[in-house]
């Protein structure tokens, strides 16, 4: 498995924005689907924005789109979210993931590796 660090939450006004990063290490990068989830205490994992191994294929739930944008650098083994027009809904703990394919997925089971999390505040 690869390991997954995320870095860049904190704490942002409403209408503000983030950038947050994920560097991979230790395992396949390059050919795999990554995505970033989000979790509050009591739900479930959800879908935020997915990038295919080229970078060519993006996907964003409806609760994002528009706002966010998902990127990677398969150089440097890194990928990113930028956050922009941020709500008081988005607060969360942010996840990179690895997908187990290269196919576009966005089901939590279909990623078999997950950074630590990084906590996203946003204040209203």
């Known amino acids: 498995q690869v390991q997954l660090v995320e870095s860049g939450g904190g704490l942002v006004q409403a209408g503000g924005s983030l950038r947050l990063s994920c560097a991979a290490s230790?395992?396949?990068?390059?050919?795999?689907?990554m995505g970033w989830f989000r979790q509050t205490p009591g739900k479930e994992r959800d879908f935020v924005a997915l990038i295919s191994w080229s970078g060519q294929v993006t996907r964003y739930s409806d609760s994002v789109k528009g706002r966010f944008s998902i990127s990677r650098d398969n150089a440097k083994s890194t990928m990113s979210l930028e956050m922009n027009m941020l709500k008081p809904e988005d607060t969360a703990v942010y996840y990179c993931?690895?997908?187990?394919?290269?196919?576009?997925?966005?089901?939590?089971?279909?990623?078999?590796?997950w950074g630590q999390g990084t906590q996203v505040t946003v204040s209203s």
């Open positions: 993931a690895r997908a187990r394919t290269s196919l576009i997925v966005t089901t939590p089971s279909m990623y078999d590796s």
């Open positions: 230790g395992g396949t990068f390059s050919t795999s689907t």
